[in-house]
């Protein structure tokens, strides 16, 4: 009989903690606009993802600027984010236009216009527009 009360006990905590954590769940993705994540807003912008896993970002009042379609998404810096899907990363600008697809294996960031990419194994500069630059 006390192994019965035991493992009662086991189950009602067990299934009450899930369900608290469904909740918790729930309750973050209302604050965060229906969103299981949404992140701080940088140049008026935040990244978001879904429940689907996929990763956008919205304005103050929102409104999706840049649909959640990506695996990953960085913070917006100098008027550019950071956008990954499957492996290659590329460039999307502040009105959710991508300014460079997807198609590097890393692009690091912008610094003086500049910033280095890693391409096929080859690293480079590039300028915002997608063009090989010098240092």
């Given at each position: 009989?006390?192994?019965?009360?035991?493992?009662?006990?086991?189950?009602?905590?067990?299934?009450?903690?899930?369900?608290?954590?469904?909740k918790?769940?729930?309750?973050?993705?209302?604050?965060?606009?229906?969103y299981?994540?949404?992140?701080?807003?940088?140049?008026?912008?935040?990244?978001?993802?879904?429940?689907?896993?996929?990763?956008?970002?919205?304005?103050?009042?929102?409104?999706?600027?840049?649909?959640?379609?990506?695996?990953?998404?960085?913070?917006?810096s100098?008027?550019?984010?950071?956008?990954?899907?499957?492996?290659?990363?590329?460039?999307?600008?502040?009105?959710?236009?991508?300014?460079?697809?997807?198609?590097?294996?890393?692009?690091?960031?912008?610094?003086?216009?500049?910033?280095?990419?890693?391409?096929?194994?080859?690293?480079?500069?590039?300028?915002?527009?997608?063009?090989?630059?010098?240092?």
């Amino acid at each position: 009989m006390k192994h019965l009360k035991t493992l009662l006990l086991i189950c009602v905590l067990g299934f009450g903690a899930n369900a608290f954590a469904q909740k918790a769940k729930e309750k973050a993705e209302k604050n965060n606009g229906g969103y299981e994540f949404k992140g701080p807003y940088y140049e008026g912008l935040a990244r978001v993802k879904t429940s689907e896993k996929k990763w956008g970002f919205v304005d103050t009042t929102g409104n999706v600027v840049v649909k959640p379609k990506y695996n990953a998404v960085e913070n917006f810096s100098d008027g550019l984010a950071r956008v990954r899907t499957g492996t290659k990363w590329g460039l999307v600008d502040k009105s959710g236009n991508e300014v460079i697809k997807p198609t590097f294996d890393a692009i690091y960031e912008f610094v003086n216009g500049k910033a280095q990419v890693l391409l096929n194994g080859e690293k480079y500069y590039m300028n915002k527009q997608g063009q090989r630059v010098d240092k």
